[in-house]
């Protein structure tokens, strides 16, 4: 397994965050994340990700043991990120965003010259090369969720969570970003994604995992998932 959460728990006073979460990930393997608001979705990734550490439990990377890691050297062994809030640095255009994340969360040091090309093509590929010299503060919403997106894949990463980047698209624009990461999974790329567009991950995920209130309620494949009398009722409210 290239990623693997065992009985992972987190709480901030009486709120639970992560009940005892127990989750593997294949290489290779695309994973829908669904749940209500408030479900845990994404302190999981922040658990992932180094934002948080859990208070009991384990988290393996490549099969090495990363529970006390830090961010930073998460991200560097491989595994990047998207924000459901966007972060930019604001006052940098996309481009040198992109080239700070390239320089800094790259498991492997490339010359400038490369540099500059990866960041070019993420830029393409992304749909943001018309923004390269915009300041990041000055892009609209959905740029800034496209340059979260280049972002992550500017580190170069074997695992990529994505957090909500559907959020606002219309059709086709949504139809556009799945492609992206149909593509990004071919190439190698584990994507794990958490998304209120449920059809978007029925397009793509061979697995959905459904929180509720921290806790793990089910997982599988995703239209088995999707037609549970407990997931109907926890996720859609239905009786």
Same mark, same amino acid.
Request: hydrophobic content about 50%; proline content about 4%; some cysteine.
């Given at each position: 397994?290239?990623? #693997?959460? @065992?009985?992972?728990? /987190?709480?901030?006073?009486?709120?639970?965050?992560?009940?005892? @979460?127990?989750?593997?990930?294949?290489?290779? #393997?695309?994973?829908?994340?669904?749940?209500? &608001?408030?479900?845990?979705?994404?302190?999981?990734? &922040? +658990?992932?990700?180094?934002?948080?550490?859990?208070? %009991?439990?384990?988290?393996?990377?490549?099969?090495?043991?990363?529970?006390?890691?830090?961010?930073?050297?998460?991200?560097?062994?491989?595994?990047?990120?998207?924000?459901?809030?966007?972060?930019?640095? #604001?006052?940098?255009?996309?481009?040198? &965003?992109?080239? @700070?994340?390239?320089?800094?969360?790259? =498991?492997?040091? +490339?010359?400038?010259?490369?540099?500059? &090309?990866?960041?070019?093509?993420?830029?393409?590929?992304?749909?943001?090369?018309?923004?390269?010299?915009?300041?990041?503060?000055?892009?609209?919403?959905?740029? =800034? /969720?496209?340059?979260?997106?280049?972002?992550?894949?500017?580190?170069?990463? #074997?695992? +990529?969570?994505?957090?909500?980047?559907?959020?606002?698209?219309?059709?086709?624009?949504?139809?556009?970003? @799945?492609?992206?990461?149909?593509?990004?999974?071919?190439?190698?790329?584990?994507?794990?994604?958490?998304?209120?567009?449920?059809?978007?991950?029925?397009?793509?995920? %061979?697995? +959905?995992?459904?929180?509720?209130?921290?806790?793990?309620?089910?997982?599988?494949?995703?239209?088995?998932?999707?037609?549970?009398?407990?997931?109907?009722?926890?996720?859609?409210?239905?009786?």
């Amino acid at each position: 397994m290239i990623l #693997e959460l @065992v009985d992972v728990s /987190k709480r901030f006073g009486a709120v639970i965050v992560a009940d005892g @979460v127990s989750l593997s990930v294949a290489p290779g #393997e695309v994973v829908g994340i669904i749940g209500a &608001n408030g479900a845990g979705k994404s302190s999981l990734f &922040n +658990l992932i990700s180094g934002a948080l550490k859990p208070d %009991s439990g384990s988290i393996f990377f490549g099969g090495v043991d990363v529970t006390a890691a830090s961010p930073r050297a998460r991200c560097i062994a491989g595994i990047g990120r998207s924000f459901q809030i966007p972060r930019p640095f #604001e006052s940098l255009t996309v481009f040198e &965003n992109l080239l @700070v994340a390239a320089c800094h969360g790259r =498991r492997v040091r +490339l010359p400038e010259d490369q540099v500059v &090309n990866a960041c070019g093509v993420i830029l393409k590929r992304t749909g943001l090369l018309a923004r390269a010299n915009v300041r990041a503060g000055r892009l609209t919403l959905l740029d =800034r /969720k496209r340059l979260e997106l280049a972002r992550a894949l500017a580190t170069d990463p #074997e695992v +990529l969570l994505l957090d909500e980047v559907a959020g606002g698209l219309t059709e086709a624009e949504c139809e556009e970003l @799945v492609a992206l990461v149909r593509a990004l999974n071919r190439s190698g790329v584990t994507v794990l994604w958490i998304e209120h567009i449920v059809q978007a991950l029925l397009s793509l995920a %061979s697995r +959905l995992v459904v929180l509720e209130f921290g806790r793990k309620i089910a997982e599988g494949e995703p239209r088995a998932v999707m037609e549970s009398a407990q997931v109907r009722r926890s996720y859609l409210g239905l009786p």
